[in-house]
């Protein structure tokens, strides 16, 4: 199968409507979308490290992965 783009932007479609889907199922996925978004403005505001970040975003993925599960 060659790659398209149009193929890839139905995929993120996809994607976000199953976001979409489980924050409407899964109550503790909007207090994981309220920490994040803290979590991101307060690494902004505190200026952190590109190591610093790499570290948050790992945390915050796994967090997002278990919720998923």
């Known amino acids: ?3 398209s783009v149009m ?5 993120f479609t996809y994607a976000f ?3 979409a889907f489980m924050l409407r199922t899964q109550h503790n996925a909007w207090l994981h979308l309220v920490a994040t978004i803290i979590v991101a403005a ?3 505001a505190l200026k952190v490290s590109a190591d610093d970040w790499r570290w948050l975003i790992a945390a915050i993925a796994l967090v997002w992965i278990a919720e998923t599960d």
């Open 1 to 3: 199968m060659r790659f």
């Open 7 to 11: 193929a890839r932007l139905k995929s």
């Open 17 to 19: 409507a199953g976001f």
């Open 42 to 44: 307060l690494g902004f």
